[in-house]
């Protein structure tokens, strides 16, 4: 059972930049794909990046693609989301997820293909 935990959400101005931790316990966090999701109110979670097992690959919805990067540090157990240039429309609550995968494959940008969740963490930008 892995058991993930976000952190490094918080209320940032237009333009401005947050860089978001997921760490993980319980498990081999090698093993596992990571993506990031985000929910804003009223809406459906969606996809917002992913990075493979050695964090070789990665792939990235349109709308955050040059403005955000995920990385991961295999040896501390954690993913990083740096998100900059940050627009109001990013405002949601960002979920860390694993997924079992291939070694070079990442991970899938449907939720309902994830194995473990975080609670998530709030990132609020203001106009």
């Known amino acids: 059972q892995v058991q993930l935990v976000e952190s490094g959400g918080g209320l940032v101005q237009t333009g401005g930049s947050l860089r978001l931790s997921c760490a993980a316990s319980g498990g081999t966090f090698s093993n596992y794909a990571m993506g990031w999701f985000r929910q804003a109110p009223g809406k459906e979670r969606e996809f917002v990046t992913t990075?493979?097992?050695?964090?070789?690959?990665?792939y990235y919805r349109a709308s955050v693609k040059g403005r955000f990067t995920i990385s991961r540090d295999n040896a501390k157990n954690t993913a990083y989301l740096q998100m900059n240039s940050l627009k109001p429309e990013d405002t949601a609550v960002y979920y860390c997820a694993a997924q079992i995968t291939g070694y070079t494959s990442t991970g899938s940008v449907d939720p309902n293909r994830y194995d473990y969740w975080g609670q998530g963490t709030q990132v609020t930008v203001s106009s």
């Open positions: 990075i493979n097992r050695s964090g070789s690959n990665t």
